[in-house]
Antibody, heavy 121, light 113 residues
Framework: QLQLQESGPGVVKPSETLSLTCTVSGGSISSSSYYWGWIRQPPGKGLEWIGSISYGGSTYYNPSLKSRVTISVDTSKNQLSLKMSSVTAAETAVYYC?????????????WGQGTLVIVSS | DIVMTQSPDSLAVSLGERATINCKSSQSVLYTSNNKNYLVWYQQKPGQPPKLLIYWASTRESGVPDRFSGSGSGTDFTLTISSLQPEDVAVYYCQQYYSTPFTFGQGTKLQIK
């Protein structure tokens, strides 16, 4: 059964770069033609799609974040990563790693458990 | 961007009664070439990630109880729980995957009356 597990610093200072990793187990990122992505949820609030990437490296980003976000895949480690620069306190959120489908135009399933990132000095 | 608006924001229903949650998109999410609505429903319980319930607006995910059903087309969609159970207390989200950026409704909190 495919499982996704996010990891990274729980606290990031304002204006710095948030870096998260998602380790995929129970399947290989490179052996399938799926899209993978990141979604975030501020505490007590709704969901925001950050972006998606194909196993081959094609990326789609939310335009509201595009200038600050990089999503990449490391097939050798079976990992997905997220880098978001110049973060602010408003970006304190639970960050989820997700699997999409064969097309980027697909629902997300499964989701990782999520990792809370607090942006604070 | 496609704006997804859910109603109501919160809902209290008695056990065994029907719960209905609505989701409206600011533009159609029906792709006419395949006649599919690019609309999904998720359930999120406290402290957990969202769980897939229904995709293509009306296709129930494997393992999801048949009391959950989805309907609608174009811009107006409904999630119905036919007989509310205690374990259905959660926040429900709709999401469109018709175009990027993918967008979610604000969520509907479902509670027991």
């Amino acid at each position: 059964q495919l499982q996704l597990q996010e990891s990274g610093p729980g606290v990031v200072k304002p204006s710095e770069t948030l870096s998260l990793t998602c380790t995929v187990s129970g399947g290989s990122i490179s052996s399938s033609s799926y899209y993978w992505g990141w979604i975030r949820q501020p505490p007590g609030k709704g969901l925001e799609w950050i972006g998606s990437i194909s196993y081959g490296g094609s990326t789609y980003y939310n335009p509201s974040l595009k200038s600050r976000v990089t999503i990449s895949v490391d097939t050798s480690k079976n990992q997905l990563s997220l880098k978001m620069s110049s973060v602010t306190a408003a970006e304190t959120a639970v960050y989820y790693c997700v699997k999409g489908g064969n097309s980027v135009f697909n629902w997300f399933d499964p989701w990782g458990q999520g990792t809370l990132v607090i942006v604070s000095s | 961007d496609i704006v997804m608006t859910q109603s109501p924001d919160s809902l209290a229903v008695s056990l065994g009664e029907r719960a209905t949650i609505n989701c409206k998109s600011s533009q159609s999410v029906l792709y006419t070439s395949n006649n599919k609505n690019y609309l999904v429903w998720y359930q999120q319980k406290p402290g957990q990630p969202p769980k897939l319930l229904i995709y293509w607006a009306s296709t129930r995910e494997s393992g999801v109880p048949d009391r959950f059903s989805g309907s609608g087309s174009g811009t107006d969609f409904t999630l119905t729980i036919s007989s509310l159970q205690p374990e259905d207390v959660a926040v429900y989200y709709c999401q469109q995957y018709y175009s990027t950026p993918f967008t979610f409704g604000q969520g509907t909190k479902l509670q027991i009356k």
